[in-house]
């Protein structure tokens, strides 16, 4: 047991914080949300020069081979700022898949524009209901000759499919009425046969719905092997989860602060609201939930980081920082009083924030089947 | 950021582990939950002694092993895994060693360290803190230490001394200054005091569980010698502070009751899903999920507080809320417990049919006293905020 980050850690961290309050203050997030685009592509060139899109992806690609728990750390830093970037779905989720599933040629072709950020991927991995349905895709591709297939079905929530070059998606193939099991499959942003539909959602981030209808694919569009989708994406999950929870802790840890510098400031019955007792009981309680969750999630990422077997501290961690950020979010609000429920204060952000990652890989409820599931009791 | 052992370390709880397992089969003692460290016996202190496992935290020169909390921590999760009998030699190790070594003088050091170390006879302590008008407000103490000579003449109550009992010496918390014009937290001293010397009359308090385990404890004019008062006079409050982060940051608080947890367990992996019935058994699958993920973290911020001890850093609002999480933690085992094993679980020992043989029962009575000992949680939320978050006091 040794909670010291490493010199090198540390410093990508201060950096990254330093970086995140200077490029991407409230104000910045509040506008660029309204924009067309979503996010801004010179902060977004700017954090591909400093290396952080390719900060796990190999030399040979552009990248510098780093250590998955920095990733976690920048993660968390830009969790803080509720900064919002496709560096989730091109340079991790997509990056991450194409690392597993790709062979070389493919690597080559792909990883080196996403390490630079100049090529945009985005995954599609959740049905109709937003679930990820990795085991049993609700997309069908369905062959229609050898090596050609149709695409057909939809994907909900795809992050920033309006500026992707390209999507990533699962889809289940049928040789007539056989079928060959969840395949992964690379299909372009717009064209014949795919349809991408903006969708309004709470936080105001770019999501889209992405409709395949007889979109046409061939051998090539295919990454690894026939079949073996589902195993590629269970194999970076836990991954995907561990940077979310990352950037809850990041979220949290902000929640925590603001409203512990208001309570210090407000004044109500000619004292701080934080002389109150029930004030600081509530605020001991926020900071219980910041430190137990960035202490889950940090193992969790530690050990991925070491590459020990993670599958229930991993869950233990999205569980927990799933609960812990949205319950300190109600706090928060209830601390806040009224100014914190207008658009103009930063605490909406949060709130928001804290749903939409609750509900991304699943809920707590969803992880703990998994505790139970490695505690050894019996579905 | 490692969250795994060192070999060593490994190897250290692996040595731990054998010997409890090998005291448990020769029948020493059994594995069973209920109240805070209340197994007493000098003949397992001393087995303990003779490893170098008191102490160890505490510098070689006063016969310690100079290792580090975390090694402590590994140490103690073994020893509460199995609730093996500590309590002669307990406090002296956890807290009063450590406050002689901080505020002792040379006599002191050494007449009580090495009999510390060694678990050689009169080292079982009680602490004589609170009385009925100080509880949380300890700073009201009323008991009095008045000098006369070289001695110090004590008059006064003191009440919920856990051990108070089977103790040789207690940690006296006294009022030395009677000038109302001094604070009150600028008015009392820390004395040694045994508890055999005339004057001293312990009285048992049964507690909701039937079991005698505190007391109230009266001084009637008993006379202490000078050197047994510990560190500055009027200066107890400074002390106290100091010691109360090693008191409230071991993992005894996350494992009283471990014995259970690990029934519980069990019990549940024999469960037939069938028998108890579909929708019982997803809430007990997902309620357990739950219970572990807090145990887990529990542990983590156990290690935590350790390591920041280890880092040369004052602990005060790790441990304040590593305790409070810990405690509420084993009230909802408790509670959680009762409800999987049903009514059966409200048995007491010795009753047939009684779930886990009473252990449950009598831990579901125990649970109430984990949130105020050492400490209630609304005074140590009172602590993360003031001492942690710098909130106001006024």
């Known amino acids: ?379 | 950021m490692r969250f795994t052992f060192t070999e060593e370390q490994n190897r250290f709880r692996q040595e731990v582990r054998d010997f409890l397992q090998t005291e448990i089969k020769a029948g020493t003692f059994v594995a069973k939950s209920g109240g805070l460290a209340e197994g007493s016996s000098q003949e397992f202190s001393s087995k303990m002694a003779k490893r170098g496992w008191i102490g160890m935290t505490w510098p070689k020169q006063y016969g310690g092993q100079g290792r580090s909390y975390v090694d402590k921590v590994i140490l103690n999760e073994e020893i509460f895994k199995v609730q093996a009998p500590v309590a002669y030699h307990f406090l002296a190790d956890r807290q009063i060693g450590p406050s002689i070594i901080h505020f002792g003088s040379e006599w002191q050091k050494e007449h009580f360290l090495p009999r510390f170390v060694r678990a050689d006879g009169n080292m079982k302590f009680c602490l004589l803190f609170s009385e009925p008008n100080a509880g949380s407000d300890l700073v009201n103490v009323a008991t009095s230490a008045t000098k006369d000579g070289d001695s110090f003449i004590i008059r006064g109550q003191k009440v919920w001394t856990s051990g108070g009992h089977q103790a040789e010496y207690g940690w006296l918390l006294a009022r030395t200054c009677f000038d109302p014009k001094v604070p009150r937290h600028e008015s009392c001293s820390q004395f040694i005091l045994d508890l055999r010397l005339p004057g001293v009359t312990v009285r048992p308090i049964i507690n909701i569980a039937g079991r005698h385990t505190f007391n109230e404890v009266f001084f009637d004019e008993v006379r202490v010698e000078k050197r047994f008062m510990v560190g500055q006079e009027n200066e107890a409050f400074k002390q106290i502070m100091a010691q109360m982060d090693y008191e409230r940051s071991g993992v005894e608080r996350l494992l009283q009751n471990y014995p259970i947890y690990e029934k519980l367990v069990g019990h549940i992996k024999k469960m037939d899903k069938k028998k108890v019935g579909e929708e019982f058994y997803a809430w007990v699958r997902d309620s357990m999920a739950q219970l572990e993920i807090e145990f887990h973290i529990g542990r983590l911020l156990v290690y935590y507080t350790a390591w920041t001890i280890d880092q040369g850093r004052k602990p005060s609002k790790e441990a304040a809320l590593a305790k409070a999480y810990c405690n509420q933690y084993e009230q909802r085992l408790n509670d959680l417990a009762t409800r999987i094993l049903g009514p059966s679980s409200l048995l007491r020992e010795g009753t047939p049919w009684a779930a886990f043989d009473g252990e449950l029962a009598e831990c579901y009575l125990w649970s109430p006293s984990y949130t105020l000992q050492g400490g209630s949680v609304e005074v140590l939320k009172n602590i993360v905020a003031q001492r942690g978050l710098n909130m106001p006091r006024k």
């Open chain 1, 1 to 379: 047991m040794d909670f010291t980050l490493s010199e090198e850690t540390k410093m990508l961290k201060s950096n990254a914080e330093k970086f995140m309050k200077e490029k991407s203050p409230s104000s910045f997030v509040k506008n660029v949300l309204k924009e067309e685009k979503g996010f801004s592509e010179s902060i977004w060139k700017e954090m591909a020069d400093l290396g952080w899109l390719g900060l796990i992806h190999g030399d040979q690609y552009g990248g510098s081979g780093g250590d998955f728990f920095d990733l976690f750390v920048l993660f968390e830093e830009m969790g803080k700022a509720v900064f919002p970037s496709p560096f989730f779905c091109s340079a991790v989720s997509a990056g991450l898949l194409i690392n597993e599933a790709g062979d070389e040629r493919v690597k080559k072709e792909y990883l080196p524009g996403i390490v630079e950020g100049k090529k945009i991927l985005t995954v599609g991995l959740r049905n109709d209901q937003g679930q990820y349905d990795s085991q049993d895709p609700a997309l069908e591709a369905q062959e229609v000759g050898e090596g050609s297939y149709r695409i057909k079905g939809n994907r909900l929530l795809v992050p920033y499919a309006h500026v992707a070059d390209e999507i990533l998606v699962l889809a289940g193939v049928m040789k007539g009425s056989r079928s060959s099991g969840p395949t992964l499959f690379k299909t372009k942003s717009k064209g014949p046969g795919i349809q991408v539909i903006p969708l309004n959602t709470i936080t105001g981030e770019k999501y889209f719905a992405v409709t395949y209808a007889d979109y046409p694919a061939n051998q090539k569009d295919i990454l690894g092997s026939l079949g073996h989708g589902s195993a590629y994406v269970e194999q970076v999950m836990p991954k995907l989860v561990a940077l979310k929870c990352g950037e809850m802790v990041g979220g949290l840890s902000k929640v925590v602060d603001m409203t512990v510098d208001y309570v210090k400031q407000r004044v109500q019955f000619g004292k701080p609201l934080g002389v109150l007792q029930v004030v600081q009981h509530y605020c001991a309680d926020m900071t219980t939930f910041l430190d137990t969750a960035r202490l889950i999630a940090y193992q969790a990422a530690s050990l991925i980081s070491a590459g020990l077997p993670c599958a229930k501290e991993v869950a233990m961690a999205k569980a927990w920082c799933s609960d812990a950020y949205k319950k300190c979010t109600q706090i928060a609000h209830q601390l806040h009083g009224g100014i914190g429920f207008t658009e103009e204060h930063d605490l909406h952000l949060y709130y928001k924030h804290a749903k939409v990652s609750e509900l991304d890989f699943g809920d707590s409820w969803v992880h703990r089947q998994t505790v139970a599931d490695a505690m050894g009791f019996r579905e």
